[in-house]
C-alpha cells in the first residue's frame, strides 16, 4: 500500500475514533469500558501514524 495513501486511512481513522469518543462522554449515562477502547484504539492509531509519518519525512531532518 502506498505509504500517502496509509497515511490518509490512519488520519482518517482517528478522527473517526475521536468522534466517537466525544459522543460516548456527551452520553448522560456513559460507557467507562466504551470510553478505555477507544482511548486505546485512538492511542494505537495515533502510535501507527507517527510510523509511517516519520517513514516519509526525508533522512537526516
Given at each position: 500500500m502506498n505509504l500517502d495513501i496509509r497515511i490518509w486511512r490512519l488520519r482518517s481513522r482517528h478522527r473517526w475514533l475521536e468522534q466517537r469518543l466525544r459522543a460516548e462522554l456527551r452520553r448522560p449515562v456513559?460507557?467507562?469500558?466504551?470510553?478505555?477502547d477507544l482511548k486505546r484504539r485512538k492511542l494505537q492509531v495515533k502510535d501507527e501514524l507517527i510510523v509511517a509519518e516519520a517513514r516519509l519525512a526525508p533522512?537526516?531532518?
Open positions: 456513559q460507557d467507562a469500558f466504551a470510553i478505555q533522512a537526516g531532518i
